[in-house]
């Protein structure tokens, strides 16, 4: 889905379309080695394929490059990432390297699969 913009000269897309890969939540302990900060200890709010948000104590730079890791439900991942944007203790890192052995997408995929049965359920079954 696409809208016009206000001069009507090129289409952007509309707000409903602004994520590119769904989110899930995920609570999980995950350590962010920072060049300026050093080892930060937090947890994961929610992941994509595309990336994973945090909670962590310490600022960090808008920017800057990450090393993350973290145990996933369908094993452990380190992938190096980018402090996309901060809400005071909330970071949402956008991963910088390919999915080598499929980690994340086991895990999203499973997410994926939990979500769907948990809203088919009611209480009548």
């Given at each position: 889905?696409?809208?016009?913009?206000?001069?009507?000269?090129?289409?952007?897309?509309?707000?409903?379309?602004?994520?590119?890969?769904?989110?899930?939540?995920?609570?999980?302990?995950?350590?962010?080695?920072?060049?300026?900060?050093?080892l930060l200890k937090g947890y994961t709010v929610d992941i994509s394929q595309a990336g994973i948000s945090a909670m962590l104590k310490l600022d960090?730079?808008?920017?800057e490059i990450v090393q993350l890791e973290c145990e996933l439900p369908s094993g452990p991942v380190a992938i190096l990432a980018v402090v996309r944007h901060q809400t005071a203790f909330?970071?949402?890192?956008?991963?910088?390297?390919?999915?080598?052995?499929g980690v994340i997408k086991a895990t999203c995929s499973?997410?994926?699969?939990?979500?769907?049965?948990?809203?088919?359920?009611?209480?009548?079954?």
């Open positions: 889905m696409e809208a016009e913009n206000p001069t009507g000269t090129q289409p952007f897309p509309a707000f409903a379309e602004a994520r590119r890969c769904p989110r899930f939540p995920l609570h999980t302990d995950v350590r962010v080695y920072s060049r300026s900060v050093g960090l730079s808008v920017g909330r970071y949402g890192f956008e991963f910088l390297e390919p999915d080598s052995q499973h997410l994926a699969m939990l979500q769907r049965s948990h809203e088919d359920w009611t209480p009548d079954h």
